[in-house]
């Protein structure tokens, strides 16, 4: 069965940083890209990173690009989404989703983000 | 960014109903179409993917249709627990972007 475990949100205050991870189980996980998709309260979802298997290849949203990094650490089956600058508009609840072609097949939980001073 | 528009934004209907609801790409995108539906407070649970494969474990009363620009998807025979939102979802190419979501309401 396809588990995926986020952690690591929390409240933060403008400018800071936090890191999000994915746990993986369930299926042969270097062989799948991934990606994290947010939504903020209210609206809908929102895409934010991908990541190929191999984690050589990493794609983001503009709204994130050179404030948020997507990384993978295969021998640990787990995803992660460094985040920094954070900004009061990124509060959402952020979910990992394997994607295997592109699109999301299986979805985490969902972890919270909340940005606020 | 291509845009996805769905319609109609709300929608109420009867247990028993069959339903469609839309969603336009403001550029082709093949049959990269995604279909999503979520309950309030979950995270959202992947129907269909190519436009018109149900993901595993999918119930066939849901269907999707198109290639292009224009897009449906169809359930059928409508259930208590089939009313929630549904979003639509582009792959064609990055960024990738999802409708603004159809609420589906019991009538």
């Known amino acids: 069965e396809v588990q995926l475990v986020e952690s690591g949100g929390g409240f933060v205050q403008p400018g800071g940083s936090l890191r999000l991870s994915c746990a993986a189980s369930?299926?042969?996980?270097?062989?799948?890209?991934m990606s994290w998709v947010r939504q903020a309260p209210g609206k809908g979802p929102e895409w934010v990173s991908a990541i190929n298997g191999g984690g050589t290849s990493t794609y983001y949203a503009d709204s994130v690009k050179g404030r948020f990094t997507i990384s993978r650490d295969n021998s640990k089956n787990t995803l992660y989404l460094q985040m920094n600058s954070l900004r009061a508009d990124d509060t959402a609840v952020y979910y990992c989703s394997k994607t295997p072609t592109l699109t999301p097949d299986y979805w985490g939980q969902g972890t919270l983000v909340t940005v606020s001073s | 960014d291509i845009q996805m528009t769905q319609s109609p934004s709300s929608l109420s209907a009867s247990v028993g109903d069959r339903v469609t609801i839309t969603c336009r790409a403001s550029q082709g995108i093949s049959d990269y179409l995604a279909w999503f539906q979520q309950k309030p407070g979950k995270a959202p649970k992947s129907l269909i993917y190519g436009a018109s494969t149900l993901q595993s474990g999918v119930p066939s009363k849901f269907s999707g249709t198109g290639s292009g620009t224009d897009f449906t998807l169809t359930i059928s025979s409508l259930q208590p627990e089939d009313f929630a939102t549904y979003y639509c979802q582009q792959y064609n190419s990055y960024p990738i972007t999802f409708g603004q979501g159809t609420r589906l309401e019991i009538k």
């Open positions: 369930g299926f042969t996980f270097s062989t799948y890209a």
